[in-house]
């Protein structure tokens, strides 16, 4: 069955940097582009960027251009997106997601991302 | 960017009612329109997708419709796991914007 495994929880510093991970199986990595959505507490959901496993072609929401970074490992079927310069409106819970022609068929448990000193 | 307007944002029903939730874009996207269900704490889930089309596993309680840019989720009989909130978003073109959300609450 599909599955896409993220870590419950991160907690950073202001200022810095973290890698958040996605772990897929179930499924041919490959074959489907990978969602980032975030989710601030109480609020609604974000579309972040996609990333295309295959050759790495990222698509990103505006927003988000100079904040994320998209990657992935092929060979552990992993995706991962970094997110730099951290303040408190960084902290959220964030998903990976697997899309099916743009919409997001299956997604993760969403990691909890804290930003405090 | 397409912008995505969900009504209501909240809804009290009863168990049994019917409910109607819509979504309006803010340009054309033809069918390209999924609507997600998620409960408190948990990850989002897919309802439908391509405005009408129910995801694996999905009830037939829910239904979809609508093109262009008016859309809407109809829940037929609420069951009481159907309650939470519901988002609608566009998949025609990144980036693929949500709407803001309807929390659908016991009446």
């Known amino acids: 069955q599909v599955q896409l495994q993220q870590p419950g929880a991160e907690l950073v510093k202001p200022g810095a940097s973290v890698k958040l991970s996605c772990k897929a199986s179930?499924?041919?990595?490959?074959?489907?582009?990978m969602h980032w959505v975030k989710q601030r507490p109480g609020q609604g959901l974000e579309w972040i960027g996609e990333?295309?496993?295959?050759?790495?072609?990222?698509n990103y929401n505006e927003k988000f251009k100079s904040k994320a970074t998209l990657t992935v490992d092929k060979s552990s079927s992993t995706a991962y997106m970094q997110l730099s310069s951290l303040t408190s409106e960084d902290s959220a819970v964030y998903y990976c997601?697997?899309?099916?022609?743009?919409?997001?068929?299956?997604w993760g448990q969403g990691t909890t991302l804290t930003v405090s000193s | 960017d397409i912008q995505m307007t969900q009504s209501p944002a909240s809804l009290s029903a009863s168990v049994g009612e019917t409910v109607t939730i819509t979504c309006r874009a803010s340009?054309?996207?033809?069918?390209?329109l999924a609507w997600y269900q998620q409960k408190q704490g948990k990850s989002p889930q897919l309802l439908v997708y391509?405005?009408?089309t129910l995801a694996e596993g999905v009830p037939s309680r829910f239904s979809g419709s609508g093109s262009g840019t008016q859309f809407s989720l109809k829940i037929n009989s609420l069951q009481p796991e159907d309650f939470g909130s519901y988002y609608c978003?566009?998949?025609?073109?990144?980036?693929?914007?949500f709407g803001g959300g309807t929390k659908l609450e016991i009446k």
């Open positions: 997601a697997r899309s099916n022609d743009g919409s997001s068929d299956y």
């Open positions: 179930g499924y041919t990595f490959t074959s489907y582009w």
């Open positions: 990333i295309n496993p295959s050759n790495g072609r990222t």
């Open positions: 340009e054309n996207i033809y069918s390209y």
């Open positions: 391509n405005a009408k």
């Open positions: 978003q566009h998949h025609y073109g990144t980036p693929y914007t």
